[in-house]
């Protein structure tokens, strides 16, 4: 079945402890992204990758890194989170960056305290 | 910079009325793409249609009904004879594809969440 993996799927985590959500495709799809959905704010992008070893960032990319080592994984990583980036995130993925549409994950909900 | 503005943060509709949800984007690109998304309360997004700068046909896919027109830089999207299913938060959003540093990014409105009341 053609998915995009997220996990954890909930985490609740104290400021300053490293994390990483890791997102997994299995179509083989070269562009890969992390959103963050905040009531009011719709979904922003935090960084996207248009194949393996490109990134690039997205709206709201502080406090976040990414890696592409492969074309099916990239992980999103917060070095020292902070309350402020307790959110719902997305990781999403496409065919190219044109007009196909991106496949979603279920959503991670982050809880910084 | 490219940007998407949903002005309805919340629409209230009785079952069986006609909605219409507005989406306005702002690009300097002149080949873009515009998607629309429903987000269910089970909280998936789902894609729903797509549409590219070149193609102002507008679509029926049977309730549903997408009005693109470059001329106001809108693509509403439109729910005839909405039912209880139809709630959810839908998004617009824009997908420049023309180079720069805006080539790659998606950009979401912030999303309009449609109640349906039996």
């Known amino acids: 079945e053609a998915q995009v993996t997220q996990n954890p799927r909930y985490l609740i985590t104290v400021t300053g402890k490293k994390l990483t959500v890791t997102c997994s495709q299995n179509?083989?799809?070269?562009?890969m992204s992390w959103y963050r959905q905040d009531p009011g704010l719709g979904l922003r992008q935090i960084y996207y990758?248009?194949?393996?070893?490109?990134?690039d960032k997205g709206d709201v990319p502080e406090g976040y890194k990414v890696s592409r080592k492969e074309k099916r994984n990239f992980p999103l990583i917060l070095e020292s989170p902070s309350p402020n980036q307790t959110s719902l995130y997305f990781c999403?993925?496409?065919f190219g960056t044109g007009h196909q549409p991106q496949h979603f994950g279920d959503g991670t909900r982050l809880s910084i305290l | 910079a490219q940007k998407v503005t949903q002005a309805q943060t919340e629409i209230s509709v009785v079952e069986k009325e006609d909605v219409t949800l507005d989406c306005v984007y702002e690009?300097?690109?002149?080949?873009?793409?515009l998607f629309w998304y429903k987000q269910p309360p089970s909280g998936e997004l789902v894609f729903l249609i797509r549409?590219?700068?070149?193609?102002?046909q507008n679509e029926i896919s049977g309730r549903y009904s997408w009005n693109f027109q470059k001329s106001t830089s809108s693509f509403n999207f439109t729910i005839t004879a909405s039912q209880v299913v139809d709630s959810a938060v839908y998004f617009c959003?824009?997908?420049?594809?023309?180079?720069?540093?805006?080539?790659?990014?998606?950009?979401f409105g912030q999303g309009t969440i449609l109640t349906v009341h039996p």
């Open positions: 999403a993925s496409s």
């Open positions: 179509m083989n799809h070269e562009y």
């Open positions: 990758s248009m194949n393996v070893e490109v990134t």
């Open positions: 690009t300097r690109d002149t080949t873009y793409y």
């Open positions: 549409r590219n700068s070149f193609d102002e």
């Open positions: 959003a824009l997908r420049s594809v023309a180079g720069g540093t805006s080539y790659g990014k998606l950009t």
